[in-house]
């Protein structure tokens, strides 16, 4: 099963995907959650990507590409994976139909997750609320100006793939605003569909 999650920061691709992962058995490949290691590490990458991840704006498409093509050779990723945060650009989702193609591989489906921007920043607020609450590190990107600009972002580069994949007829719309059961339900109608 290869799918990827779209959606805007804070649809809930990240929860869907950890859903999915423990139904399916197929890895999350998370682009955040990497660059976020990367970082973490201190790595050359982690270091170039640092202070655009703060600001809420896209890592260049070649760091990202790179990233994601190594992981995807990765033995776990043998029988397919969920791309969660990837592609974030037209370029990227080119490079994602590269990638599968070098490898004979297709791509199954691209769910999208459409939530209201209103409901989005609640989401973030209260992600940010929980991760304190826990005791864990707070991302420096869940605040409500850092928000701003990766919604920004989002509807300036991410959005465009929706047409991008409805062309290519892959595309297919879950309503993120239900409850977390009731998306994981639309996504498993989606996936049984094909
Ligand atoms: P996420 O955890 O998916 O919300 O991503 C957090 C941040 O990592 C984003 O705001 C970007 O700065 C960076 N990032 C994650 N995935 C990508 C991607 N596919 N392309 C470019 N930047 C990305």
């Not at 859903?19 to 990497?34: H, N, W």
């Not at 994601?68 to 490079?95: K, M, S």
């Not at 990638?99 to 297709?106: I, K």
């Not at 595309?171 to 049984?192: F, N, Y």
């Amino acid at each position: 099963m290869r799918l990827i999650l779209l959606g805007p920061p804070g649809a809930g691709k990240g929860t869907q995907s950890q859903i999915l992962v423990s139904k399916f058995g197929v890895p999350q490949l998370s682009t955040g959650d990497m660059l976020r290691a990367a970082v973490e590490a201190g790595t050359d990458i982690g270091k170039r990507a640092k202070a655009v991840m703060d600001a809420g704006e896209l890592v260049s498409d070649i760091i990202v590409n790179a990233i994601v093509a190594e992981r995807i050779d990765q033995p776990d990723c043998a029988n397919g994976f969920i791309l969660d945060g990837f592609p974030r650009t037209l370029a990227q989702a080119d490079a994602v139909e590269a990638m599968l193609e070098e490898r004979g591989l297709t791509l199954d489906a691209v769910i999208e997750l459409v939530v209201d921007d209103k409901a989005l920043v609640g989401r973030i607020e209260k992600r940010a609320e929980e991760a304190k609450a826990a005791g864990k590190p707070v991302r420096k990107d869940d605040n409500p100006e850092i928000f701003e600009e990766r919604l920004r972002e989002y509807y300036k580069k991410t959005a465009p793939l929706t047409g991008y994949y409805y062309a290519k007829g892959k595309l297919h719309t879950v309503d993120g605003m239900a409850s977390i059961e009731e998306v994981t339900a639309q996504i498993e109608e989606v996936l049984r569909s094909l």
